[in-house]
């Protein structure tokens, strides 16, 4: 059975930093786009993060503008885990985070995840 399980979320300040991480379990992902969504109260999810595998050990990095220069995404494949690594928070931050896994791109408008996590609540205060 294929897991995403989120932690790291909290609340912090306004500038302040989380860090979040995603572990997977139930097979391996390393030829898998693994990412980042989020979703605030009333709106609908919107992408913040994905690694896509580009062939052996090469992944690339997209961001989402909001985001670009302040969130880091990095995996590390020997925990089958990805991280969100996340600075500068503004309270427009504030929303549910949601890891996913996906055989195709991530990055693409309407993509739909093959695996989701639960979500864990990041809240920024100002």
């Known amino acids: 059975q294929v897991q995403l399980v989120e932690s790291g979320g909290g609340l912090v300040q306004a500038g302040g930093s989380l860090r979040l991480s995603c572990a997977a379990s139930?097979?391996?992902?390393?030829?898998?786009?693994m990412g980042w969504f989020r979703q605030a109260p009333g709106k609908e999810r919107e992408f913040v993060a994905a690694?896509?595998?580009?062939?052996?050990?090469?992944?690339?990095?997209d961001y989402a503008d909001s985001v670009k220069g302040r969130f880091t995404i990095s995996r590390d494949n020997s925990k089958n885990t990805v991280y969100l690594q996340m600075n500068s928070l503004k309270p427009e931050d504030t929303a549910v985070y949601y890891c996913?896994?996906?055989?195709?791109?991530?990055?693409?408008?309407?993509?739909?995840?093959?695996?989701w996590g639960q979500g864990t609540q990041v809240t920024v205060s100002s």
């Open positions: 996913a896994a996906n055989t195709g791109s991530l990055v693409l408008p309407g993509t739909k995840a093959e695996y």
């Open positions: 690694l896509t595998w580009g062939g052996g050990s090469v992944y690339y990095a």
């Open positions: 139930g097979r391996t992902f390393i030829n898998y786009a």
